[in-house]
């Protein structure tokens, strides 16, 4: 299957700091990537998708200046978690679709944890 | 709406009992039907995509099947090394959307 990478795979940092995580698909290219926050025994909640070269949508109730997604290349999309506060703390993980063809699965990052003290 | 539900929430099995997990859902036109498998602390790994009813795919222990409302991840004879949670989504043609279910949380006991 395609590779996703998604760096750090853990962080932690102080309230009030930015965190910048990245998104690489490795060996295909990805023009739809996704942003998703999962709590502990809980499903993946979509975040925002990201189209390259353009604006990311955010769904409803996400802060789009609270977490930042630039999707800059068809390999790379970025989430900064502005200003962090400790509710922010959680599991980010992003995935990336690569269309061919007809077939449309997405393939998942490895995940980043986010602490906040 | 579009919507995506799995059952059991858990499920334990013994080393050997075979069993199925079930996803239904409701979606305005099905572009495809997923299984993930998903380790603690670990991001999502892709095992099938289904696109039409009638269509199976299996991999190893793991067969999954797909009807017009409902998919199932039949897994036979499994090991400890299956347990895992295993995510159902859906993409309507209309739309990139995933739409994700709350997982079935499958635990085999050697």
């Known amino acids: 299957g395609a590779v996703v990478s998604q760096h750090p795979s853990w962080v932690i940092c102080k309230s009030g700091t930015s965190v910048k995580i990245e998104c690489r698909s490795l060996?295909?290219?990805?023009?739809?990537m996704f942003w998703y926050r999962q709590f502990p025994k809980q499903s993946l909640m979509l975040m925002a998708t990201?189209?390259?070269?353009?604006?990311?949508?955010?769904e409803q109730g996400v802060e789009k200046d609270k977490f930042l997604i630039n999707h800059a290349s068809l390999t790379l999309s970025t989430l900064t978690v502005t200003s962090a506060h400790p509710e922010d703390s959680s599991f980010y993980i992003c995935?990336?679709?690569?269309?061919?063809?007809?077939?449309?699965?997405?393939?998942f990052g490895q995940g980043t944890r986010l602490t906040v003290v | 709406e579009d919507q995506v539900t799995q059952s059991p929430e858990a499920l334990r099995l013994q080393e050997g009992e075979s069993s199925s997990l079930n996803c239904s859902y409701t979606?305005?036109?099905?572009?495809?039907l997923f299984w993930y498998r998903q380790d603690p602390g670990k991001g999502p790994e892709f095992l099938f995509t289904?696109?039409?009813a009638g269509e199976e795919k299996e991999k190893e222990r793991l067969k999954a099947t797909l009807t017009k409302k409902e998919s199932f991840l039949h897994i036979t004879a499994p090991k400890p090394e299956d347990s895992a949670t295993y995510l159902c989504?859906?993409?309507?043609?209309?739309?990139?959307?995933?739409?994700f279910g709350t997982g079935t949380s499958l635990t085999v006991i050697p």
């Open positions: 995935s990336a679709r690569a269309p061919t063809g007809y077939r449309t699965e997405a393939f």
């Open positions: 060996d295909f290219q990805a023009t739809t």
């Open positions: 990201s189209n390259e070269g353009s604006k990311a949508t955010y």
């Open positions: 979606v305005s036109g099905l572009r495809g």
């Open positions: 289904l696109y039409s």
């Open positions: 989504a859906v993409q309507a043609r209309a739309g990139n959307q995933f739409y």
